[in-house]
């Protein structure tokens, strides 16, 4: 995976499991309302309309709370679900964005580039990040 070979040190790691079919429920009782809510908009043209959208949707929910875990703050202050978002490259590998705020937190606790792993199945989506130095 790209990006390891220039960490120094870890300032932080987070890991979360997601339900989907509990996403499932969530997008069909909620729909707009809880994609906008938790989801900027290029993560919801990403997803929405896909082959399994609620994994995909899943996948970005878990990264989100590994991130918040990461930078050691959880969703709270001016750190919400929207602050943290999942892009893909080219290659498929997922790139965690950060909003200003999340930004300063990261630069707050002496890291500079935050690294996430997503993955789903049927009925799970499992997500790892790194804060790295």
Not at 16 to 37: M, N, T
Request: proline share 3%; net charge positive.
């Amino acid at each position: 995976m790209s990006g390891f070979g220039e960490i120094g040190a870890v300032a932080g790691i987070g890991t979360d499991l997601v339900d989907v079919p509990r996403i499932a429920s969530l997008l069909e009782r909620h729909g707009a309302a809880f994609l906008e809510k938790n989801f900027t908009p290029a993560e919801i043209a990403a997803c929405k309309g896909k082959a399994n959208a609620a994994q995909r949707f899943a996948a970005r929910f878990a990264a989100k709370e590994a991130m918040a875990k990461a930078l050691g703050t959880g969703f709270s202050g001016r750190i919400t679900p929207k602050s943290l978002s999942i892009e893909n490259a080219e290659s498929g590998e997922p790139r965690a964005v950060l909003d200003d705020a999340a930004k300063a937190r990261l630069e707050e606790i002496g890291a500079r580039k935050m690294l996430v792993s997503i993955t789903h199945l049927k009925e799970y989506a499992q997500a790892f990040a790194v804060a790295a130095r």
